[in-house]
């Protein structure tokens, strides 16, 4: 079992920045792509980002394409989703998740209990 936990979700305005951690445990953190997704209210979860066991690849939904960097730090067990130029329409709950066999949007095991971001106009 892997246990996710985000943090660094609240309130900014548009045009703004946050920076969302996942720490994990229970497993080799190393083991496992991970991924970030978000669902908004009244709308279906949706994929945002992804990263590789290593760090080297990513991938980016193209409504975050530009503005939000996943990066991770195996040492630290965590990944982060840096979030720049923030609108309104980023406003979800924003959801880590792991996968031993994960593909970019597909295929994760474990999932975090979700952090709240609100962007105001």
């Known amino acids: 079992q892997v246990q996710l936990v985000e943090s660094g979700g609240g309130l900014v305005q548009a045009g703004g920045s946050l920076k969302l951690s996942c720490t994990a445990s229970g497993r080799t953190f190393s083991n496992y792509v991970m991924g970030w997704f978000r669902q908004a209210p009244g709308k279906e979860r949706e994929f945002v980002a992804y990263i590789a066991r290593s760090g080297v690849g990513t991938y980016y939904a193209d409504s975050v394409k530009g503005r939000f960097t996943i990066s991770r730090d195996n040492a630290k067990n965590t990944v982060y989703l840096q979030m720049n130029s923030l609108k309104p329409e980023d406003t979800a709950v924003y959801y880590c998740?792991?996968?031993?066999?994960?593909?970019?949007?597909?295929?994760?095991?474990?999932w975090g209990q979700g952090i709240q971001v609100t962007v105001s106009a």
């Open positions: 998740a792991a996968g031993v066999r994960a593909t970019m949007g597909n295929g994760y095991d474990y």
